[in-house]
C-alpha cells in the first residue's frame, strides 16, 4: 500500500473540495498517455487541476481526499445508447430473431405495461447498473422520458433523453407528433437540470414516416438538437427498405435531411461501402453495440471499416432486455477482439482506443465533449476508479490494457458525477439496494401474472 507523501500545503495552498490520488490516471486527453502518481482536482464539480501528487499536496488543500493507490482513474463512461425503462424486461424473451422478439414479445408486454411508473423504476435499475460499471453518462430511447429524469435526478448520474418519435400509438402518445411535442414540453421544463441534455429520436427508417423525418430534420435545425437513430440493424431491413423505398435507409435518410455532424446512427451492421461512404461524408457518429447485435443474431458492424473512414465510433449497451447487460466494459474488449478477429489484424483497435470510445467517444456523439469525456481541465468530475490489484489483473504493465482485456466491471469501486461520488467502495451511495429489488420484484411477478 502506498501512503501520500508526507508533504504539507503551502501556507497560500488553493482551496478544493476534492483530491483523487490515484496510482494511476489516463486522461483520455492527450490519446494514449498513463501518468503515474498524479492527482486531480476538483472543486464545485469541475475538474481545476491534473498535476503530480507531491506538488498536488502542496499546492493545494482540499476537504476530501481518496487515495486510490492499486487503482487506475479515467473519465466515467458513457453509454451511447440505451432503452433504460426496458431493465424490467431482462431476460424476458431470450434467443429470438429481432423481428419475433418486437412484435411478439416486447411490443405486446409495452401495450399492456408501459407507464410512468415503469419507466421510472426500470430506469431507476439501469442507473444502478450502469453506476456500479463506472458509467455514469448514458443516452436513451423510451417512452416517458419525465418518468426516466426522475430516476437519473435520484441516481445522480447523468443523461441525454430521446424526444421519442414514431408513428404507432401507445400509452405515452396518439402518434409522432404528439411524441414529439410532449418529448419537447420535456425538454423545456428540464432545460435547467445540471446533468440532463436531450436529442431528438426517432426510432427508426421502418417505424419513422417521411413526414415525420422532415418534422425531425425541421426540429433539428431550429434547436440544435442531436438525432438519435436505429439504422441498418439487420439486413432484413436494408432489403425491406429497397423494396419500399427503393433506396438504402440511409439514402433515405440522407435525402430527407436527417444525416449530419450532430447524428448518432445506432447498430450499423449491415453495410456496404456506399453506406460507409455516406456517413463519413455527413460526419455522421455511430453506436456500436456488439453483444446487443450479436446476441439477436443480427451481425456484426464492420467497425475497422468505419473507422478507416474517419466516422467517431461510440459503444453503447442497448437495453437490458436486448442484451441482458449494461456494461460498457465488456462491449469494449469485445468491439475490439470482434475487429481483431474479422480483420485477422491484432493491431486494430489497441487498449486506448477502446478507451477513447468508451469515454471521449461517446461524449462527442452526444454532443458533450466540451463537458464530459476526459479528464482536462474545466471539464465536469465525472471520474470512474478501477482497482488492478486482483489476481485477475496483476502483475500490470500496462494500465490500459489491464483495463480491457482483464479488468471487468467487479473492478469498478469508485464513480464521481459532477465530483459527486456516487459509488464508494462498490456500494451505490444515492440509491438503496433494498428499493431496487423490492421494485424489480413488484415488476417481475406483474410481468409473470
Known sequence: MQSMPNHAPTPTAVKADLMVC???????????????????????????????????????????????????????????????????????????????????????????????????????LACAEMLLSGITTFNDMYFFPEAAAEAVDQAGIRASLGILAFEVPTAYGHGADDYLNRGLATRDALRDHP?????????????????????????????????????????????????????????????????????????????????????????????????????????????????????????????????????????????????????????????????YMATLGGARALGLQDQIGSLAIGKRADLCAIALDSTATLPVFDPASQIIHCAGREHVTHVWVDGQCVVKKKHLTEISHGEIYAKAKTWENRFRG
Not at 464545485?44 to 502542496?58: H, K, M, N
Open 195 to 355: 446533468r440532463l441534455s436531450f436529442m431528438l429520436a426517432p426510432h427508426a427508417p421502418y417505424t419513422v414516416s417521411d413526414a415525420t423525418f422532415d418534422k425531425v430534420a425541421t426540429l433539428a435545425a431550429q434547436t440544435g438538437l442531436g438525432i438519435h437513430i436505429h439504422v441498418h440493424e439487420t439486413q432484413q431491413e436494408v432489403d425491406d427498405s429497397l423494396r419500399q423505398y427503393g433506396e438504402r435507409p440511409l439514402e433515405r435518410l440522407a435525402r430527407l435531411g436527417i444525416l449530419g455532424p450532430q447524428t448518432l446512427a445506432v447498430h450499423a451492421v449491415a453495410l456496404n461501402d456506399s453506406d460507409i461512404a455516406l456517413m463519413a461524408r455527413h460526419n455522421v457518429h455511430m453506436a456500436h453495440c456488439p453483444t446487443a447485435n450479436l446476441k439477436l443474431g443480427s451481425g456484426m458492424a464492420p467497425s475497422s471499416q468505419l473507422h478507416a473512414a474517419g466516422i467517431n465510433i461510440a459503444l453503447g449497451t442497448d437495453g437490458a432486455a436486448g442484451n441482458n447487460r449494461l456494461d460498457l466494459l465488456s462491449e469494449a474488449r469485445l468491439a475490439g477482439l470482434l475487429a481483431k478477429g474479422m480483420e485477422q489484424n491484432p493491431g486494430l483497435f489497441p487498449a486506448h482506443s477502446l478507451i
Open 22 to 124: 490515484p496510482r494511476w490516471i489516463i486522461p483520455v486527453e492527450p490519446y494514449g498517455v498513463v501518468l503515474e502518481d498524479h492527482a486531480l482536482i476538483i472543486t464545485s464539480g469541475q475538474i481545476v487541476d491534473l498535476l503530480p501528487r507531491e506538488a498536488a499536496i502542496q499546492r493545494y488543500t482540499a476537504e476530501s481526499i481518496e487515495t486510490l493507490p492499486d487503482h487506475v482513474l479515467i473519465p466515467g463512461l458513457v453509454n451511447t445508447h440505451t432503452h433504460a425503462g426496458m431493465t424490467l424486461m431482462r431476460g424476458i424473451a431470450d434467443d429470438q430473431p429481432l423481428k419475433t422478439w418486437l412484435e411478439d414479445w416486447i411490443w405486446p408486454l409495452e401495450t399492456r405495461w408501459v407507464s410512468t411508473d415503469m419507466v421510472r423504476d426500470g430506469t431507476l
